[in-house]
C-alpha cells in the first residue's frame, strides 16, 4: 500500500474538519479512517474518530480511538482530560486513573489532576488511597475549599480532627473567594454536623446556598410552566414501538431521595446493569418533540421509533457489558414517564418517595454544581419543588395504572428484604440474594450518595431532619398543610 501524500493527507484532514464543523458524521469517518491508516503517530485522527463512535453509540470503538490518542499524545492536557472524563463516564474508570498522572505531571496541571484521580478513587470505593491522596494535597494548598468538601463527602469527621480547625480558620477569613466559601460552606456544614454542632452547621449551609442562589438565580414560575407544557404534550401519545435490547428500568425522584439505593439493589441482580444518571430520556425527548414549553403535543409514531432507538443507543453505550436489563436514575425522567411508556413498552418504572423534610435537609446540605437544581437553594421552593413532583407522579399513576412501582424509602431501609423482593418482582425479575446486599456491588458509584451506598442496608438514614427541625421552619410553613406521606 502506497503512502499519502503530504498534500493528500493535508486534503483529507480538511474534508474531515469541514464535515465535523456541519454535523456529517459519516463523511467526516470516512476521511479520518484513511488518515488514520496512513498516520501511525499523530492523535487527531483517533481523537475525532472516538468522538464520532460516542455520537454513533459504540462503546467499545470510541475506548479504543481514545486509548490510542492518549497513547499518542501524552503531553496533550486537553485530550488526557477528555479521555479521562470519557473513560469515567463510560465505566472504565480504572483507565482514567494513569491518565491523571500524566496529567500532573504538565505544566499547571498537578492540583487538579491529582484531586480528579482522588476523586475517581472514591468512586471506585478505594477510600483509602483517596484520603492519602487528599490530605497531601490539603496540606499543600490549605485555602483550596474544594478540597475540603469531596474528600469529607465520602469520610465522616470524627471530634478533634484537625481539618476541622483548619476549615474553621479558613472560613473566618474575609478575603475567601465566593466560590472558595460555597465549597467551604458545604464541608464545613457537614463536619460541624457530625461534631454535634446542628445550629452552626445550618448557618454555614445556608451561606452557602444563598451564595449558589446569587450566583445562579432561579425562576420558579417559569419551571412551571415549561413542566406543564411538557406533560400536557403527551396527553395523546401514539402507539409504541417494540420491545428490543437494553430493557430499561426508570428509577426516578427527587434528589437524595434513595434512588441510588434502589438502583444499587437492582444492579446487584445478575442480568441488569447499573446506568447512572444517564440523561438521554428528557434531553433527547427535547430534541426530538421540543424544547420545555416549546415542546407540542407528541402524536408522530416516525419520530417515537427514532426516539426509543435513539434511547437504546446511547444506554448500550453507556452501560458497561451486554446486560439484557439496564437501570437509568435520571432524576426528571418523571417528566416524561408517559412517553417512555409509549415508546418504550418493556420499561419498567420505579418512582422513590420519601419523607420530604429529609429530602429538603439533604438537598440544603449537599453541593450540587451551580446552576444545577437551583430550587434546592431556597426552603420555600424546595418545598413547592417536592410537591410538584409528587403531584406530577400521582397524574401519571391516574393515567397509567399499575405501571408504577412506587417504594417509600423509610420502608426500604427499616425492612429490607419484603421491600426489596417487591422492587424486583416489579421490574420483571427473578428473586436473587444478592440484591439484599448491594453493598457488595464493585461498580463505580456516580452520585453524592457515594460512601453511604457502600454499607449495608440500615434505618439510620432515616428522620434526620429531627435535628434541624427549628431551622426547617420556613420549608415546613411553605409546605402547608399537605400530609407529609
Partial sequence: ???????????????????????????????????????????????????????????????????????????????????????????????????????????????????????????????????????????????????????????????????????????????????????????????????????????????????????????????????????????????????????????????RSGTTLVERILSAHSRVGAGGELGHALRLSYQVFGAGEEMQPITDAAKMRAFAERYRRLARRDVPGESPVITDKSILSYLVIGLLHAAIPDARFVVVQRDPRDIALSIWRNHFVTGTHRYGNDLADLAHSIKRFRAIVAQWQAALPGVIHQIRYEDLVTDPEPQSRALIAAAGLEWQDACLAPQDSSAAVKTLSVAQVRQPIHAGRARGWQKYEQQLAPFIRAWGDDPWD
Wanted: charged share 25%; glycine share 6%; proline share 7%.
Fill in 1 to 255: 500500500m502506497l503512502p499519502l501524500s503530504p498534500q493528500r493527507l493535508a486534503t483529507l484532514r480538511q474534508q474531515a474538519a469541514s464535515a465535523m464543523a456541519r454535523g456529517q458524521l459519516a463523511q467526516a469517518k470516512t476521511a479520518l479512517q484513511q488518515i488514520d491508516l496512513f498516520d501511525t503517530t499523530g492523535a487527531d485522527a483517533p481523537f475525532h474518530l472516538s468522538r464520532i463512535a460516542y455520537e454513533e453509540g459504540d462503546r467499545d470503538a470510541c475506548l479504543s480511538h481514545l486509548r490510542r490518542a492518549a497513547q499518542r499524545a501524552p503531553g496533550n492536557a486537553k485530550l488526557l482530560i477528555h479521555a479521562a472524563e470519557r473513560f469515567r463516564a463510560l465505566g472504565a474508570a480504572d483507565e482514567a486513573l494513569p491518565l491523571y498522572d500524566a496529567l500532573a505531571a504538565l505544566p499547571g496541571q498537578a492540583l487538579k489532576a491529582r484531586a480528579d484521580k482522588a476523586h475517581t478513587l472514591q468512586l471506585l470505593g478505594r477510600f483509602d488511597e483517596a484520603e492519602a491522596i487528599f490530605r497531601k494535597l490539603i496540606r499543600a494548598h490549605p485555602r483550596e475549599a474544594q478540597l475540603y468538601r469531596i474528600f469529607l463527602a465520602a469520610r465522616k469527621t470524627p471530634p478533634g480532627d484537625p481539618l476541622l480547625k483548619a476549615m474553621e480558620q479558613l472560613w473566618a477569613r474575609k478575603d475567601l473567594a465566593p466560590d472558595q466559601r460555597v465549597h467551604l460552606g458545604y464541608a464545613l456544614g457537614k463536619a460541624l454536623d457530625e461534631t454535634g454542632d446542628p445550629a452552626r452547621a445550618f448557618a454555614c449551609w445556608s451561606r452557602a446556598n444563598a451564595a449558589q442562589r446569587e450566583a445562579a438565580p432561579f425562576d420558579l414560575a417559569a419551571q412551571d410552566r415549561e413542566f406543564d407544557a411538557v406533560i400536557a404534550a403527551q396527553s395523546a401519545l401514539p402507539q409504541g414501538t417494540a420491545s428490543g435490547a437494553p430493557a430499561p428500568i426508570f428509577v426516578t425522584g427527587m434528589p
